[in-house]
């Protein structure tokens, strides 16, 4: 790839939780309040919600018993933007690169810039292959 990235580190820890397709918004919309960053996205099969926390998967925790899923303790990269959409191949290198290294990922795209999460002990192993193959990455 030929564009040289700049990618920013996010100090905080993510969680991602996944929800039947069936939740009412009421059920997940108060772990929205006061972040700084998160997404949700929902298909016919499930609703995914990034954001920014740590979460106990703990009975009192659980929002939807037994349907409620989380993965906790992820780090988000931030592909510094705005990026042209006439530019291509961007999470291509971002990770294919990371799966060389059996690093797995989960992707957010916006309109303007690409967000990649790894798994929190993953980070900086990630921050250096993207650094090998010439892209910068700084912390917040």
Not at 10 to 22: A, E, Q, V
Not at 58 to 64: F, H, K, R, S, W
């Amino acid at each position: 790839m030929a564009i040289q990235l700049n990618l920013v580190l996010n100090k905080l820890d993510y969680t991602i939780h996944r929800f039947p397709p069936s939740t009412p918004a009421s059920v997940y919309l108060h772990l929205i309040d006061n972040q700084p960053w998160y997404t949700i996205t929902k298909t016919d099969e499930e609703i995914s919600l990034v954001v920014s926390h740590k979460y106990a998967d703990t009975p009192e925790n659980q929002l939807v018993p037994n349907e409620h899923k989380i993965s906790p303790d992820w780090r988000c990269f931030k592909v510094s933007g705005p990026l042209d959409f006439s530019i291509v191949g961007i999470m291509a290198n971002l990770s294919g690169a990371l799966a060389e290294h059996k690093i797995s990922v989960f992707v957010v795209s916006t309109y303007d810039t690409d967000y990649i999460l790894v798994k929190e002990d993953k980070a900086q192993e990630a921050k250096q292959v993207w650094e090998t193959i010439g892209h910068s990455v700084s912390s917040l």
